[in-house]
């Protein structure tokens, strides 16, 4: 198996899949699993939460911002990350016309400020310390754990959520000894 990986490694540059079509899912792609009991089985799993916020696009009042348990990084060349957002999210439109983002680690005391960041309508950064990400100039939180400054690199569908690839432009740490916020079973860690 690793001989095969290093012949396909030397093989030279990979052709790039066309873009698919985006689309809503039909009724018949629907997976014939519970929806219910999918929760309750990949609750099992448990995920580091962040903050996702951006700038003010052009004529907006202020940054957006929300609360994201579906962060991940993808590739160390290009620095690349990703998180996925429902379709439904107001705020992704938001950071979508800022055109970049910043991904704000939360520590394991900071679950009221996921809490803020959670819900929908209201003012989220009333009261949030932060400055501006040295790149993209999104709201940096303070006192997180880590911070990853991001322009939009590529938006894919998947299913009812988008699939967001930002490119790493910066990233620091604040606080590298606290133990970070998780998401276990429908509660924080």
């Not at 030397?10 to 997976?31: I, K, N, Q, S, T």
């Not at 322009?151 to 490119?167: C, E, R, Y």
């Amino acid at each position: 198996m690793a001989a095969a990986a290093v012949r396909y490694l030397r093989a030279g540059p990979v052709e790039p899949l066309p873009r698919p079509e985006l689309r809503c899912v039909r009724d018949d792609e629907r997976a014939p699993v519970d929806q219910g009991a999918f929760r309750r089985v990949l609750g099992n799993f448990a995920t580091g939460v962040t903050v996702v916020t951006a700038p003010a696009a052009d004529g907006e009042a202020g940054p957006a911002g929300f609360a994201c348990q579906s962060f991940t990084s993808l590739s160390l060349d290009p620095p690349l990350v990703a998180f996925m957002v429902g379709r439904t999210s107001t705020t992704w439109p938001r950071i979508a016309r800022a055109g970049a983002f910043c991904v704000n680690v939360l520590a394991a005391d900071q679950g009221a400020l996921c809490r803020a960041f959670a819900v929908s309508g209201a003012d989220k950064f009333a009261g949030v310390p932060y400055d501006p990400a040295p790149a993209s100039g999104a709201p940096r939180l303070a006192d997180t754990l880590a911070w990853i400054d991001c322009t939009i690199h590529a938006v894919h569908p998947g299913g009812d959520h988008l699939i967001v690839v930002g490119h790493v432009t910066a990233l620091g740490t604040h606080r590298e000894d606290t133990a970070p916020l998780l998401f276990h079973k429908g509660r924080f860690l």
